[in-house]
């Protein structure tokens, strides 16, 4: 078989064959096809789509070109994954939520793609927090407290790990085919057995209308049915940011606010949607309503906070940061974003503001780029607040001051106030 005959065919538009498929990521995988190789073949994909069947072979053979995980001795072990938002912060909560609730958490998580950010790039931002543990070591902390959040730096699907720093710098993100095949190949290869998806739809999601997210979501629904691992997934609007802030230090110091019952009200109608869901996918209560209410009590009474913390100290982070948020670094210029009008906020297109955070540091321009922990945006008013003119609208956590006036000049842009 030969890489040049392959993405000559879908660069043709035609149907690859699975062994085709196969072929592709386990070379790619093995590093015996180069990465502009890939990058071709990736952007045929992107352009002409896949069928059913090649969507399915994809995300098989990139499921097994890595260990794949068996964690039956952990019982019912639920996931969650978000097909991307700015903003969003809803692993960092949800996660030691649910834990919180007894039920296992194991999960995979990704990093920054595009204009998205990555729960991996936000751990990272937490002193000493390590997010490539061994197998064992993942299990090992799933069964001795109840959670694990780790990165694809084991050997879990590494065929994801690489197309997808891949398409991030070729923006081949927005496809269904590439979107499916990476969300189920880490899921099938980190082993839960339930999984809850978050579809997201609108201006800071993949999928810019809810019909697309929808055909995403039934995509990937096969997929886990095909797998074994049962799947739903709630279908979420990403039109504007989900809270207020965007950069990852700054989502971390929200998130930790969150579950100490200081949460914005979008994050928490997430939250209690994603979370009813993941309790009744466990079996541990059918009726949603009350499933939120248990969300809330386990918020109030600090064991979701907790959890966090029993988190971040088990995965070698410094703890003291989470108690103290104050200790986290600081960007150098905190730039107030002033509003030039007086009205309501009609629009606050989220993939402006995440591409905005992205040029301050806070995502990858290349593949190789480092993330700036410190950078990104608090936004002080969303749509449909009101406004008066001169009033700070946002702020800038910039390192770099001429990125930040920058960041400043086009946050004002992107704030339309009628
Ligand atoms: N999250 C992923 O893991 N992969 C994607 O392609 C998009 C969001």
Known sequence: MNIQEIIAKKRDNQILE???????????TEEEITDYQA????????????NEEEITNLTMAMAHSGDILDLSELGTVVDKHSTGGVGDKVTLILAPIISSLGIPVAKMSGRGLGYTGGTIDKLESIPGYKTNLSIEQFKENVKEIGISLIGQTMNLAPADKKIYALRDSISATESIPLIA?????????????????????????????????????????????????????????????????????LEVKEAVEF????????????????????????????????????????????????????LVQ???????????????ETAKYILPVISNKTGIVKSLKAEQVGKISVELGAGRI????????????ILNRKIGDSITEGEIIAYIHANDEEKGKEAVRKLQDTYEIK
């Open 366 to 377: 290349k593949k190789e780029d480092k993330i700036d922990p410190s950078v990104g945006i």
């Open 181 to 249: 095949s990476s969300i189920m190949s880490k899921k099938i290869a980190a082993g839960a057995n339930k999984i809850v998806l978050d579809v997201t739809y609108g201006s800071g999601a993949f999928m810019k209308t809810k019909a697309d997210a929808q055909k995403l979501a039934d995509t990937m629904q096969k997929i886990g049915e095909i797998s074994g691992r049962e799947t739903i997934c709630i279908l979420t609007s990403m039109e504007q940011p989900l809270g207020k802030n965007i950069g990852n230090i």
């Open 18 to 28: 699975k062994e085709e498929i196969e072929y592709f990521i386990k070379s790619y």
């Open 259 to 310: 579950l100490k019952g200081n949460g914005e009200k979008d994050v928490q109608e997430v939250i209690l949607e994603l979370g009813s869901n993941m309790l009744k996918l466990a079996g541990k209560g059918e009726d949603l309503e009350e499933n939120k209410q248990k969300i809330k009590e386990t918020i109030s009474n600090g064991k979701a906070y907790q959890k966090l913390k029993e």
């Open 39 to 50: 990058a071709a073949l990736i952007m045929a994909i992107y352009i002409n789509g896949m």
């Open 314 to 328: 088990h995965q070698g982070g410094d703890v003291s940061y989470i108690e103290n948020l104050e200790k986290f």
